[in-house]
């Protein structure tokens, strides 16, 4: 019971998949993997260098202190968590949410079969049906002609059933239901999989803390000198 709780909880407030874009298509996030080489080569060259370091100009000596209060294992620690956080994004993101919208759907060249298809799945999942199919519900009422009779399974084969001639007004009242039918389905996806999204974010808020971290301090270090 309680870790059903927990797992409800975890699920509604993680941040959802595609808030979660934000950092996991931000090119400067994603060029941490570099980091992972750059990091430990920096520091073992900086370690060999004589400091402070003293140059001769114009007969008078200049002096440059290299000291910094720098933890290069702090900087490398946000490098492998980000790291880690870009790679349960990449791998772990539904395919579905990388639709920006409806438009983007069918710009694809998405056709409502293949949104059928999406739906089906989506269906089978326990941890999205719940929430999927009172959504669908909703719509179902919400679209339902006055006195029909029909359930909520003979208006779906209804939404998605192919029609060999393009009738204006009921194609476009279609073309309406298919946008509600997406728009519940990315409700459902974004929200999928909230284990492996709250392991994402608690990487990334790590690794971007840790970064911080080490900028600050640096920041702080340069001011007050």
Known sequence: MKFAKTYHYVRENTPTWNQLTILGENSVVKSSYWWLLIVPMAARFMGELENPIKFILANQSLVFDLTLPFSWKLFFFSAVAISIANLIFSLSRPDFT???DYGDFKNQGRTPRFL???LWDARLEDAISVDLEIQLDRL????KPVGSTANRQTWLDSVFKEREHFQPDVDLNFDKEHAGIFWILMSAEEKNKPLLRFSC?????LGIGAFTYVMMENILFVIKQ
């Open 98 to 100: 990388k639709f920006r």
């Open 116 to 118: 059928q298809h999406c």
């Open 140 to 143: 179902w009422k919400h679209h």
């Open 201 to 205: 974010f608690v990487f990334y808020f």
